[in-house]
C-alpha cells in the first residue's frame, strides 16, 4: 500500500494528504489537523514515515518539526495499529485504583510479553500490537475521568471503574467480533 522504503506514500495516500492540507490552509493549528485527518484515514490508523515527510515537503514546514509534533501528541501513532485498541490509563487516580494489574492482566491477555514490558522500565509507557494486529495495547497518562478511575478506553468507549474480570470480558467479546 505504501513505500516507506522510497521515502513516498502511494498516490492514494498521496491525494489524501494533498486533500487535508488543503482542508486545513490558513486556519490555526493547521499542522494539527493535517496529522489527524492523515492518521484518521489510514487503515491501521497511524502516520508513516513517508507520510510524515510528504507532509512537510507539501506544507513546506521542516521535517523535524512535523515530526516533533506527531511523537509529542499521544493520539499520534508512528506504528500500524491493531483493529481494536484497548487503552490503560495509568494516571495516579488510575494507578491508586489497580491499573497496573489491568494492564499486566489484559497484556497476559492478548499474549503480550508481560515480563519483557515490565523488565524494561517502559511499561507505563505502551504502544504494542498482538502479532496478529487483532489488538493493540497502549497506555495513557490520564483521561481526564479520574473520579471513574481506573479506566480503560476500548475502541474509543470508555470503560469506568474497570476489573480484571469486566476488562477480560470486554476483551474476549472484541476478540469473538473478528471471527
Ligand atoms: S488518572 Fe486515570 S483518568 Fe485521570
Known amino acids: ?46 502516520l508513516s514515515a513517508a507520510a510524515l515527510a510528504y507532509i512537510a515537503e507539501k506544507t513546506g514546514l521542516p521535517p523535524a518539526q512535523v515530526y516533533s509534533v506527531a511523537t509529542f501528541y499521544a493520539l499520534f501513532n508512528l506504528t500500524p495499529q491493531g483493529e481494536n485498541v484497548v487503552c490503560v490509563c495509568r494516571g495516579t487516580a488510575c494507578h491508586t485504583r489497580g491499573s497496573r494489574d489491568l494492564l499486566e ?21 505502551l504502544a504494542l500490537a498482538t502479532p496478529d494486529r487483532s489488538f493493540t495495547l497502549r497506555t495513557v497518562a490520564c ?17 469506568a471503574h474497570v476489573n480484571e474480570r469486566t476488562l477480560h470480558r470486554e476483551v474476549r467479546a472484541r476478540a469473538r467480533e473478528r471471527k
Open 1 to 46: 500500500m505504501r513505500n516507506d522504503a522510497a521515502g513516498l506514500p502511494d498516490a492514494h495516500e498521496r491525494l489524501l494528504i494533498d486533500q487535508a492540507i488543503a482542508a486545513q490552509r490558513n486556519r490555526p493549528g493547521a499542522l494539527l489537523g493535517i496529522l489527524e485527518m492523515v492518521q484518521e484515514a489510514n487503515p491501521r490508523k497511524y
Open 143 to 159: 483521561f481526564g475521568q479520574c473520579a471513574m478511575a481506573p479506566v480503560v478506553e476500548v475502541n474509543h468507549r470508555v470503560l
Open 105 to 125: 492482566k489484559v497484556s497476559l491477555d492478548l499474549g503480550l510479553d508481560w515480563d519483557a514490558m515490565s523488565g524494561t522500565g517502559e511499561a507505563d509507557k
